[in-house]
């Protein structure tokens, strides 16, 4: 069965601080992975897309990793702030277009 | 401006009634989706269409409906039979290619009162 696992599921940190959030998925074939920002009560928003023969991919503070051989991505979110306090959800796809959604990280900003 | 609209945001359902969610897209996007998502939980697939009057059942379809008669525009009803509808739905659309990004809507929240 298709799973995908994100830790921790919740974290508080400091402004200014960096964090990473881990994703781990059993999907298979894999076609892609995506990480996603979700404000409470709103749409997920799409932050990187990462195809098997990429390992990392940036925009803006958020950078992504994938190591598609241990079926690992983690998203690292360089200098928080507070605006960064969102569920970050993972997501991967398999052929043809099957997604599984990942339970997502609540992460919360402190000033 | 061009994007994702769902209405209403929020809405109350008595028990034994249909409601319709609504969701309209100017992106000229051919696949359109309908997401349940419960607190702790992810995103888990109701119904989803490729073209126009063509859609498919998701993982958890029971107890809802689509249709898809116009290409930007594809309606969720949540019937009766659906024991447990309190959730928050969202709708998403995209290209209809793998790799695409996926559009998510806002979002509408239904309670059953």
Redesign the interface.
Known sequence: KNQ?EQSP?SLIILEGKNCTLQCNYTVSPF??L?W?KQDT??????LT?M?FSENTKSNGRYTATLDADTKQSSLHITASQLSDSASY?CVV?A???V??????TRLMVKP | DGGITQSPKYLFRKEGQNVTLSCEQNLNHDAMYWYRQDPGQGLRLIYYSQIVNDFQKGDIAEGYSVSREKKESFPLTVTSAQKNPTAFYLCATDRGSSGNTIYFGEGSWLTVV
Do not use: E, K
């Open positions: 995908v599921q076609s892609n995506r996603y009560g709103r749409g997920p928003v799409s897309i195809t959800i796809s052929p043809p277009r997604l599984t959604f990942g339970g997502g």
